[in-house]
């Protein structure tokens, strides 16, 4: 009955407990809680055996000093001749502290001596001469009641040829004793016990924590994976559960690889496809342009140019986007090189394209620099550049100036695209670096050139952000690790 209440308890528990727990506690609550409930079990079962021991106990002495009483109480003739010296009084009495009361009778109920308050056995229709009788009864007033254990010894007596008479000899002792013996065993068994389980619940503590180190390394593994990185798990000497959960998270890793590097490569191909036909049609509207002589027809071909410009410069930044993805990054490989002759160079290439927007384009080459080591995708650092430049090149407006500079600070290596244009609100400073977002709609951009921007600088562990120029203007910040 103790264990069906208890493993329904430990289920009711469970189950109030388990909806957004942690593994480690719902393992913890279905290990400890039995314990618990067998050691309150044990503590029942060991306080019952307790007491039955203390009872043996005690009515072995009852026992006794009732067999020494019955022998004080002679009978003679018809009547008792009732010798109780001090040694008897003594085996009665052997515990000081703890009351021993005892009464002579003849039933029906004729009281000899001793102490008339002693309950009254259970009716016995023949009961047994000789041997004694044990049970349970109560002594006094309701005000001053007291409990105790008394012993019963039926007894005959009477000369021969009469009918035999019966004597009734009571011994009671407190429970008192009882109970205290019974609970200094329970006291006795429970320490050792409780020591047990808390050494117990230790282990089991330390055992669940190693138990679950395979799923905190797996997690960490996971917490670590870039958001674009879906290379597969991989766990040594981890159990076999841990095992067939990683399999099953990079058997959905390979898929989802699967179908993103076909979404790339199509948008890849796509683009590598449309290249040819859009390079066409620019070269035929601009020779339309060169022969035509309508002036409407002429503003139509210069649209259809402007079109296939923009489509053209689509098709780059898509194919640029492509080559900026993680497992393409991985391609073109890795190597250590000077970040301010880099972008010195690249300054002075971009120049002629600034001259034809009516930009002053230049290079901040404060005296004899130190160069600025960086590792990392040349290439891709250098498109990240060329688009932040050709962003102010074309927003600035003409007449503005963008200056290009490169310094460091600490660990860092600093890459600055300033100009004194018209500047960008503070609210678009983090929007436009989201794809196809466009703060303006001047210009032939098509809102990819932020975005790969910040895919290549992240790919480099850096980072890049918006400012304000003073007195006007925008400045774009690129913070890159040194080498």
């Not at 890459?415 to 983090?430: I, Q």
Request: contains cysteine; glycine residues 6%.
């Amino acid at each position: 009955m103790i264990g069906l209440r208890g493993a329904a308890w430990i289920q009711r528990a469970f189950g109030r407990f388990s909806g957004a727990r942690s593994l480690r506690r719902q393992l913890l609550l279905w290990l400890l809680l039995p314990q618990l409930v067998l050691w309150l079990a044990a503590a029942f079962v060991t306080y019952d055996v307790a007491l039955r021991y203390a009872n043996r106990a005690i009515d072995a002495s009852l026992s006794q000093a009732t067999r020494s009483l019955a022998r004080q109480v002679k009978p003679i003739g018809n009547g008792l001749f009732i010798d109780l010296p001090r040694a008897a009084q003594d085996i009665i009495e052997a515990d000081p502290g703890d009351r021993v009361y005892y009464m002579v009778s003849t039933p029906p109920g004729k009281f000899i001596l001793g102490n008339r308050q002693l309950p009254a056995p259970p009716p016995i229709a023949d009961p047994r001469l000789g041997e004694p009788y044990f049970y349970d009864g109560t002594m006094g007033d309701r005000a001053h009641a007291m409990n105790v254990r008394v012993a019963a010894l039926y007894l005959s007596y009477g000369e021969e040829g009469t009918p035999p008479q019966r004597m009734l000899v009571q011994i009671a002792r407190s429970r008192a004793s009882r109970e205290q013996a019974a609970r200094q065993i329970l006291v006795d068994t429970a320490l050792p016990l409780s020591a047990l389980m808390v050494l117990m619940s230790m282990i089991v503590w330390a055992g669940i924590r190693a138990g679950l180190v395979p799923l905190s390394r797996m997690r960490a593994l996971v917490e670590d994976l870039a958001p674009n990185d879906l290379a597969p798990i991989e766990l040594e000497a981890a159990p076999q559960e841990v095992r067939a959960l990683a399999k099953a998270i990079n058997t959905l890793l390979a898929q989802v690889n699967e179908s993103v590097t076909s979404q790339k490569r199509f948008i890849s191909d796509a683009a590598h496809q449309l290249r040819t036909p859009l390079a066409g049609l620019k070269s035929q509207t601009e020779l339309a342009l060169q022969e035509a002589q309508d002036p409407a027809l002429k503003a139509r071909l210069q649209r259809v140019n402007q079109s296939a410009t923009r489509s053209a410069h689509l098709v780059n930044q898509l194919l640029m986007l492509a080559r900026a993805e993680p497992e393409s990054a991985t391609e073109l490989g890795r190597a250590r090189f000077d970040l301010r002759r880099l972008a010195a160079e690249l300054s002075a290439e971009l120049v002629p394209r600034a001259l034809a927007a009516g930009i002053d384009l230049g290079f901040d080459d404060s005296g004899d620099m130190p160069p600025v080591f960086v590792q990392g995708h040349a290439f891709l650092l250098r498109e990240a550049l060329t688009n932040l430049i050709d962003n102010a090149i074309r927003y600035a407006g003409r007449g503005s100036a963008v200056t290009v500079r490169v310094s460091t600070q600490g660990a860092q290596a600093i890459v600055e695209v300033e100009d004194n244009g018209s500047g960008l609100p503070e609210a678009d400073r983090e929007r436009v670096f989201q794809r196809f977002v466009r703060a303006t709609h001047e210009g032939n951009g098509c809102g990819l050139g932020l975005a790969i921007v910040k895919e290549i600088v992240n790919r480099h562990a850096g980072s890049v952000t918006l400012e304000a120029a003073q007195p006007h203007g925008l400045r774009a910040v690129i913070r890159l690790p040194r080498s």
